[in-house]
């Protein structure tokens, strides 16, 4: 937690003009202490730069608010390379002028000759030599600072847009699972009800608590293993009491820790999907197998499911639409390089298997 003497600092710097005032005080400091060898004394030598500030601070920002942005950044490379270079002799004749017409004549022994502006102007060896540095040391050290600054907040702004992007596609990957979802769900309740099943009440309260999990708590990016293992023994709960003992079902699940984190509706879909394609139109007894376990933060999920012989036609278009593309495309907005999904099919069973880094 910040402190109060932080918070102040960090409410100061919020504002721009003190941020800029702050870098001058303390290259004027730093000046002013690592040149007083110089001079007879430390005074001498803050009086010094306090003057050459004038044509340091006019330079850095000619350069970083005005060519950079009307040339640099346009890509005018010559108009730029000829403005610069105009800029820093223009900077540097300002500089020698101010130290030798206001510096000198506070400190130098009378009496002296001084050169004129016209001589100043026309000694370019002297003036790219002692002054260009001097000038041009904290101009490139201001542009430096600013261009990180720039690049820090593009950053800042791009991996906000990435996050704002990628809720906005989890919460219509997640549009479209929950009516997907609850279509099946209440077309199994729709068959107890049909058998008046004493076993409806149950599928009620399960739906129920199923719906409140979706509706509410898989709002965030993320909520615990033992919540997400609860909706799916839900799920399964159901089916048994659809299918009943006409389906070979194994759930098996070992975790370390319970409240390990992990993106919602990660697993449901391809839970149904073997219910949805392994279970439904069957004429013998078909099997699935479910284990998931977690172990110091890792997911291993394992899916199979037997096949009927009498293929169905995919009127969900479950494969290429809804279920495993948003499984898909959940894993790489979520987990992009921290996930590994196999896929084994053939005529009689389709496995799925499933390693997340959570």
């Excluded at 730029?80 to 500089?95: H, K, R």
């Excluded at 001084?114 to 030599?129: N, V």
């Amino acid at each position: 937690m910040n402190n109060p003497f932080t918070q102040f600092i960090n409410k100061m710097f919020q504002k721009r003009w003190l941020r800029h005032v702050t870098f001058w005080i303390v290259l004027l400091i730093c000046y002013t202490v690592a040149m007083k060898d110089g001079y007879d004394s430390i005074y001498e030598s803050f009086n010094r730069n306090v003057i050459l500030l004038v044509p340091q601070i006019i330079a850095s920002y000619y350069l970083v608010y005005f060519l950079n942005p009307r040339f640099l950044y346009k890509k005018k490379y010559v108009l730029f390379g000829v403005l610069f270079f105009i800029g820093t002799y223009v900077f540097s004749v300002l500089a020698r002028v101010l130290v030798i017409h206001v510096v000198e004549e506070l400190y130098r022994e009378q009496p002296f000759k001084q050169e004129s502006f016209f001589e100043i102007a026309t000694d370019l060896k002297r003036l790219y030599k002692d002054f260009f540095y001097k000038v041009y040391l904290p101009v490139f050290l201001f542009a430096s600072v600013k261009l990180i600054k720039e690049r820090f907040e593009e950053k800042s702004r791009l991996e906000v847009l990435q996050k704002e992007k990628v809720i906005a596609e989890l919460n219509f990957m997640k549009a479209q699972i929950h009516p997907h979802f609850l279509f099946n769900t209440l077309n199994n309740l729709y068959v107890l009800t049909l058998q008046k099943s004493d076993e409806a009440s149950d599928v009620v309260l399960k739906l129920s608590e199923m719906l409140d999990y979706m509706l509410y708590k898989c709002n965030g990016m993320s909520v615990t293993v033992a919540e997400e293992i609860q909706l799916i023994q839900n799920y399964i709960d159901l089916e048994r009491l659809r299918y009943g003992n006409r389906l070979d079902l194994f759930f098996n699940k070992s975790i370390d820790d319970p409240q390990t984190q992990i993106a919602p509706l990660i697993l449901v879909s391809l839970i149904e999907n073997a219910f949805k394609h392994g279970a439904s139109g069957t004429v013998t007894i078909p099997e699935i197998r479910i284990d998931i376990t977690v172990k110091n933060k890792q997911l291993l999920f394992s899916i199979f499911n037997t096949k009927p012989t009498h293929v169905q036609k995919d009127f969900t278009n479950f494969k290429k639409g809804i279920g495993l593309v948003n499984t898909n495309s959940q894993l790489q907005l979520l987990y992009p390089n921290k996930h590994r999904m196999e896929v084994i099919e053939d005529e009689t069973s389709y496995h799925v298997k499933l390693q997340i880094n959570l």
